[in-house]
């Protein structure tokens, strides 16, 4: 007689059970706590190795029992920093909403990837329809795209199609027998166009078609071929649009790809009142955007959009694995989309976003939109009737780039030590701030300028009395510096 089969080794009542609490501590600890301006936004600030014995990161032979590992969910949840919290304004992601979390809890639950129609039929249809839905944003009718895992990698697929378009021989023979290639793109783009990128022409952050034309005609007279012109719509840091429309005029006149990056401002696209941000968009190739950001579907959610509609995207990356992508299939293979990607397992990142479209509708994230930049201008009139805070410049965007001037500094702008001194005033403030955790705000460094805070004004859950804080937050930690 045969050996009996072990026993499965998941007890469903047992892990529902532990699920159901564990819930209950994310709902406490995150969406309850995390978002009270009570509430701290990073509760107790830790060291790195406090905190790594803290939390006992350490992994053993043994498991855990049910309580304990309780304990450590609400642990992770206590130390981490709150995001969703209306005076966490560090990064371009912010806030909560709560259809895209459902989306998300669900979008983990079911665990499926993103690559056939037959694993994923929801999926698939869903990611088409609103990946149209932002076409149409654009102002495109038809075309293609997909769901990346960050806008960098957007961007990335973006130069690849470029390229392959051009010489489509770089995907049987590789790079060898190509020539020199050339990117031109403004200095603030985000961190995969840099890695990539050959030249630049730019003035206040933004392209200058005029320099542009001159720069390509340059490129080409050393020998160079231009392939991508990647240009801006709403950079990391000041928040500055290119001119789309003149640059357009550029790539059309030399037959290049012409690529937005709008990872960060592409959901202007949704407010009448400021989609002008992006006039001309209609006429790139491609454009990168990430509703994770100001629309806060949560991460991440990023979406290539392509006016293509000769199957570029597939052309290009496919690798045919006959495993998975079989021909003779009983329904229309065109739905087994993995072959588009240059990952094989992709992640469900459209649910999140689909759930809250439905919920709020284009209206609703319009008024989120809208509401961000009427955020950022009470921000900005309340800065300039305080001693202390100066713009880099008038904001175009929700970034607003500031410097605090601490009453020992005012009225030394010519000592030969005020750049210096005045470069060591922004990560102070930021290093109290983090110790006392009352809010977080991030400062950098851009060209010859020294140290300035830059606070991201659009999670939906900010009010006017969260400004004045920050405001007068920044006072009280400043002042005596």
Known sequence: MADKLPLPLIDHAEGQLFLTQAFNIIVEEVLCKGTDVKQKVCHEWKEPEELAELLDLELREGGEGQQKLLQRVRDVAKYSIKTSHPRFFNQQFAGVDYHALAGRFLTETLNTNLFTYEVAPVFVLMEMEVLRGLRQLVGWTEGDGIFCPGGSTSNIYAMN???????????????????????????????????????????????????????????????????????????????????????????????????????????VLFSKQHRHLMKGA???????????????????????????????????????????????????????????????SRKVDCLKLWLMWKAVGSSGLAERV??????????????????????LREPEFVNVCFWFIPPSLRGKEGNADYQDRLAKVAPTIKERMMKQGTMMVGYQPLGNKVNFFRVIVFSPLVSQKDLDFFLNEIERLGDDL
């Not at 403004?186 to 022409?201: F, G, H, L």
């Not at 392509?306 to 990356?317: G, S």
């Not at 509401?371 to 713009?391: C, I, N, P, S």
């Open 370 to 391: 809208d509401k961000a930049f009427v955020h950022v201008r009470y921000l900005v009139e309340q800065m300039k009737k305080r001693d202390g805070f100066h713009l």
């Open 161 to 267: 199609l470029a390229r392959y378009q051009l010489f489509p021989e770089v995907k049987s023979q590789g790079l060898y027998g190509l020539p020199r290639l050339a990117i031109f793109s403004s200095p603030e783009v985000r961190m995969a166009v840099q890695r990539c990128m050959s030249d630049y022409t730019v003035e206040r952050s933004r392209m200058i078609p005029e320099d542009l034309d001159q720069k390509i005609e340059l490129s080409k007279s050393q020998g160079a071929v231009p392939f991508l012109v990647s240009c801006t719509s709403g950079t990391t840091v000041q928040g500055a649009f290119d001119p789309l429309d003149r640059i357009a005029d550029v790539c059309d006149k030399h037959k290049l790809w012409m690529h937005v990056d709008a990872a960060w401002g592409g959901s």
């Open 282 to 344: 209609d006429r790139a190739n491609s454009v990168a955007w990430n509703p994770h950001k100001m629309l806060v579907a949560g991460l991440q959610c990023s979406a290539l959009l392509l006016k293509d509609t000769t199957n570029l995207l597939k052309r290009c990356h496919s690798a045919n694995a006959t495993y998975l992508f079989q021909q003779d299939k009983f329904y229309d293979v065109n739905l087994d989309i993995g072959d588009k990607s240059v990952q094989c």
